[in-house]
């Protein structure tokens, strides 16, 4: 047991992960000398012009499937996924076990999962575990502790070789017979197939799963035949209505309006809201009403953009019409206009994973970032930020780009409300850190702007312009201590159900078991 | 000294080789279980947004380059490329020596290079030698000898780690401060970059030289700024009337025209010409005009193709346009008309040469080939072909993608006149073997056509044809014999001066120094 940089206790080893590394700070740790990991070579019969196999079942024989490998999927179907369920399920009916299972992120939709985990199936997740199966791992329902990782964290542990995806299903919305994927098209269009690509590039066998087979070769490719092993049709990937939304909506709450108010005038005090200023705002109510709020100064003040960068949404498609961005880099499209978007006009990039945010190559968009608007269930007194658990210690979220923009945006912003019903979003020490508050320069709240004191060139612009409304950090956590009055602290055991990683694969902090 | 399977005498070992693996047919080798080779896995500062050096030797210094490394180049500026001159001329004044220059191809413009293979400079060549410095090397001008890989080879040596890139210099018609590359803007637009991407993944550092700076990020994206290390702007990487040709002629050539005529009826009459028919036909007269008989039987029958493959030419463009092929899959665009479709059309896919052509990949576009129509400067009894050398001995001409096309398509036709000049193309035994008569389908001269006994179903199609014009292989040779006269013996000395890889890494012929 050591103490890592934020004072975290990390064991030294924790059964299920490994032996751990210490958080040393967000850019503290170097890679040591050494080279990208790569997938198996292959040599397929040259005469053979059609991948295909009869069914999941044949496409998993086929891959070499066995007990005790691990096994990766996407998530650009969120919560319409039919992919990971189909593949597992299979599975379980041939008697394959003890699965590593390495999604970007699982949903609601594969609750059905539980009984999978149940029965041994899958016996370890690196992923994403929102809703159910997150409640059943903060429930101690796993033996293994879930690992959690960034968008950029996850390539990372790829290319470096901390996992090795022995197969790889890629739910495909479009496929020819050779294994050539587009994600813009097709009845499961999802837009940017970003997530997907380490796993194309990095897996010993990669099988493309898809519901629109059209003719060699499909085009536009996103991910081509040269990395896809086998391809299978299924009547169909994923249901619509869960894959992509409508547009999402700019909140109407007043409160949230405020908020979003504040963050943009924090923006445009800052020394970024000039000519070519990028940025990634997501798809919340709050970073969308920020986003039109940035909209209206930056066509008063007669400043255009250069890119906007992330999960990409139809208000960003609207700015890159109007050509108040330049440019948007996709690695996850939100909604139908961003789906249609990419499909259409070549100024809306489709990004990898690894181009997006890994934190070791040689430099990703994060890294050319002016602002992030960041969400949090709660944040420290020294700015630290938590995303994965919940007031009551559930393991509920993902860490998505958090961590990554965070470190390399040049203002990264977390805008919420000081409470989220009776539960304090600002507090002592946040109960799980995921990013380290030295990469977090502001939380804006309805009570006004709290700026980290690194940030004093910050702070002193923002000081600069007439009643700005900064807020201290002391007064914002005594508000917020009055308002809720006192909270139960969470109960929890001593074994740990989840490893939250920092983006350079040190233990930023666990998650224990909670107390029944 | 031992014989591979075409009868060829290849050494055990071969200084600045090494150890020769015998070639064992062309689809006899498979690799060995073994994982993909990898760059050198990178971690950039942060906070650094701008990846430009000041020039040349300020990138050769940043990139670590030092002498006895190996240096790539890629060659879409063809015979208008100032990329490697410039790269070696800052080399040779920074005193770096004993370079391993690993070039797709070098053309009559890189001339200038035999000052620095006389000097020490560059030691060693892995690449197609066109012109100047295939005559230097056949004279025995260098120490070690050349080697020569096909499109599909030099991939597949570099993912297998046959060959490890230390830096990769990539001409970049487009770039942006960041390292994202593209190569159908700019003044020195060239269209596809093919050949750069296996280099740009595999190299430890990779260096894009530049002379058209676009902001970021640069739209679209080739080769992106996830392993693109330093970016460097010079004034200009080429000539652009050497980059790009105008339109490529089909022959008027009365000869050559009945050439392409009969290799025409010969595809019309296989089993392949039918809707969705897929072809590769190069930039060649011959070939070209066997372009413009398919035009118009595809019209004439009413059938559509599928897609045209490999070099693309304005002809290409047009059958596109008009609807008559569906794809465009380029790994090197031929023409202006060429550039400027693949800047335009998204059914003009730019493709790398690993996926055009890389035997041990999860399967390249040439396997899904249906027709190719290749030259050579000569073809033997046993269907042999050689394009490396020319009838005097000397080595002046790269394998391009003719080992590649020829093993995957399902019908490969070398069509060409009976004799150049006095110098017959159809022999007894071919001076040295690029392609092995076992990929080889037909063979096309003025006389008529002369299918490959291996193939006796396309024979007997072609008989069926009422008056097809089949000539027996030993009427061609006596008749290429007859109007030749005797011709003289190439006169060679012991050692050997090129190494012939076929595809797969194994040695298919080695190529001795011309005695003077």
């Known amino acids: 047991m050591a103490k890592n940089a934020l004072g975290r206790e990390i064991p030294d080893f924790i059964e299920g992960y490994g032996k751990t590394k210490l958080f040393q700070g967000a850019f503290a740790l170097k890679p040591e000398e050494g080279y990208r990991a790569g997938g198996k070579i292959r040599c397929v019969d040259s005469t053979c012009t059609d991948k295909r196999v009869r069914d999941i079942k044949a496409a998993i024989t086929a891959s070499g499937l066995k007990s005790g490998m691990t096994v990766s999927f996407h998530h650009h179907l969120r919560n319409g996924d039919f992919v990971v369920n189909m593949v597992i399920d299979a599975c379980a009916e041939m008697g394959i076990k003890n699965l590593t299972l390495f999604p970007t992120a699982l949903f609601g939709v594969h609750k059905k999962l539980i009984e999978h985990i ?115 049709e299924v009547p169909s990937i994923g249901d619509p209505a869960g894959i992509v939304s409508g547009t999402t909506q700019v909140t109407r709450d007043p409160l949230r309006l405020l908020i979003a108010k504040y963050a943009s005038e924090l923006i445009e005090a800052s020394p970024y809201f000039k000519e070519g200023i990028s940025f990634q705002t997501g798809a919340g109510g709050i970073p969308l009403a920020v986003t039109a709020f940035m909209r209206e100064a930056m066509i008063k003040k007669g400043i255009k953009g250069s890119f906007g960068l992330g999960g990409i949404t139809g208000y960003f498609v609207e700015l890159l019409k109007e050509g108040l961005v330049e440019r948007l880099m996709d690695v996850q499209s939100f909604d139908l206009e961003a789906v249609r978007s990419i499909g259409e006009n070549p100024r809306h990039i489709e990004i990898s994973a690894d181009w997006y945010a ?31 658990t919940e007031a009551d210690g559930a393991l509920l979220h993902g860490i998505g780009g958090h961590q990554d923009t965070a470190a390399g945006a040049k203002l990264t912003i977390i805008a919420q409300p000081l409470l989220r019903g009776r539960i304090p979003c600002v507090t002592d020490s946040v109960y799980s850190v995921t990013t380290p508050g030295e990469v977090i320069d502001a939380i804006v709240t309805e009570y006004g702007i709290t700026i980290n004191p690194r940030r004093k060139d910050l702070l002193d612009a923002c000081s600069a312009v007439k009643g700005f409304p900064l807020v201290p950090m002391e007064e914002l956590v005594s508000r917020a201590h009055k308002m809720s009055g006192p909270t139960d602290p969470v109960e929890t055991e001593d074994r740990i159900i989840g490893v939250v990683e920092w983006r350079d694969g040190t233990v930023i902090d666990v998650v224990h078991k909670l107390k029944k």
């Open 118 to 232: 149940k029965s041994g199936v899958i016996s370890r997740i690196m992923g994403s575990v929102n809703g159910p199966i997150g409640q059943l791992v903060s429930e101690g329902g796993m033996d293994v502790p879930v690992v959690l990782r960034s968008h950029g964290g996850r390539p990372r542990a790829v290319v470096s070789g901390d996992v090795h995806i022995d197969v790889a299903f890629i739910a495909a919305p479009t496929a020819d017979q050779y294994g050539n994927i587009c994600g813009t098209q097709g009845k499961s269009a999802c837009g940017s197939l970003g997530y997907a690509f380490t796993d194309a590039q990095y897996a010993d066998c990669v099988v493309a799963v898809t519901d629109n087979i059209q003719p060699y070769p499909a085009a536009p490719v996103s991910i081509s035949q040269l990395s896809v092993d086998i391809v299978v």
């Open 358 to 388: 890994n934190p070791w190559n040689s430099g990703a968009a994060v890294n050319m970032l002016d602002v992030v608007i960041l969400g949090a269930t709660e944040v420290d007194t020294n700015f630290n930020a938590n995303v994965n």
